[in-house]
């Protein structure tokens, strides 16, 4: 009898952990074959995605897919024609508001969900961005290598990245290769 309930515990509980377990789907296809550094879907949904990269996994042509179905197919939004600095971040505060950042103070903002994309100007002498990220539509951040130095240096936003400053304080000694919010205070 003791053997029969052990043996039903570990079923029920080898049933159990699987059953509340997250499992992975394989992507058939991202719409490039550029390696995707940084991905992001808006808030308040999970349909529509964006994912950018670069061709190789240094100062290599970039690229920006987008997905409408949750991931299931992504198709290339930019560059429409010619190429881009490579890309290793990117951010959508909403829907239609984005920004990505990359290689060669590269950064851009699309107003209109991706269809369009203008340089913005955060910070000087910038030899590539590794991340960028919003708490919300006003509040962001990005990190950078500086060109001619080791250093790394931090921009925020507080008025959703119309204008961008140096952070003063609370840099990280080690190489930080992205960045997440805590809390709106705390990255």
């Known amino acids: 009898m003791k053997r029969i309930l052990i043996s039903l515990a570990i079923i029920t509980l080898f049933l159990t952990e699987k059953s509340y377990s997250q499992e992975w789907d394989y992507v058939n296809s991202t719409g490039t074959t550029f390696i ?3 991905m992001s879907f808006p808030p308040g949904q999970s349909t529509i995605g964006y994912a950018c ?19 299931d197919n992504w198709t290339q939004i930019w560059p429409t024609s010619g190429s881009i600095d490579g890309l290793q971040g990117i951010w959508f505060t909403s829907d239609l508001v984005g ?18 994309w203008t340089p913005v100007t955060v ?17 962001g951040i990005a990190v950078a290598v500086m060109n001619n130095t080791s250093n790394q240096a931090a921009f925020i936003t507080s008025n959703g990245g119309t204008t961008w400053v140096p952070s003063t304080s609370g840099m990280a000694t ?4 992205g960045i997440s919010y805590a809390s709106k205070s705390i990255v």
């Open 36 to 38: 995707l550094y940084g």
């Open 53 to 71: 990269g670069m061709q190789y996994t240094y100062d290599a042509d970039g690229v920006i897919v987008k997905t409408v179905d949750g991931g």
């Open 99 to 116: 920004f990505a950042c990359g290689w060669n103070n590269y950064f851009i903002k699309t107003t209109d969900g991706g269809t369009t």
């Open 123 to 139: 910070g000087t002498d910038v030899w590539y961005y590794r991340d960028v990220e919003f708490w919300d539509a006003n509040n």
């Open 174 to 177: 080690a190489d930080v290769m």
